[in-house]
Nanobody, 121 residues
Framework: QVQLVESGGGSVQPGGSLRLSCSAS????????MAWFRQAPGKEREFVAG?????ISDYVDSVKGRFSISRDKSTVYLQMNSLKPEDTAVYYC?????????????????WGQGTQVTASS
């Protein structure tokens, strides 16, 4: 089982930017689909963005045009711009067992510990 470690969370004012990183314990992520989820207090965990092994990306509508996901051999990144208060949540990195898009929480077995992102004035 791969270990995933997130970093880069923090607190910014609305309109600010953060870059999250997710490092894998394995030397390579291979061709698996990688994703970022988030969970706000009192809400269910939701899919935010994902990227396939060949670089095809997917986003939830609420972050399109503001967030950008990318990956290299062993790390996945989430660049978050124009942050809004409603983006405040714990962000989790996850690895799908499949090479194609997966947006359901139950489809993932490998999760990071989460990193807090807060956008507040």
């Amino acid at each position: 089982q791969v270990q995933l470690v997130e970093s880069g969370g923090g607190s910014v004012q609305p309109g600010g930017s953060l870059r999250l990183s997710c490092s894998a314990s394995e030397r390579t992520l291979g061709n698996t689909y990688m994703a970022w989820f988030r969970q706000a207090p009192g809400k269910e965990r939701e899919f935010v963005a994902g990227i396939s092994g060949v670089g095809i990306s997917d986003y939830v509508d609420s972050v399109k045009g503001r967030f950008s996901i990318s990956r290299d051999k062993s790390t996945v990144y989430l660049q978050m711009n124009s942050l809004k208060p409603e983006d405040t949540a714990v962000y989790y990195c996850a690895r799908s067992p499949f090479p194609y898009i997966s947006t359901g929480v139950s489809e993932y077995r490998d999760w990071g510990q989460g990193t807090q992102v807060t956008a507040s004035s």
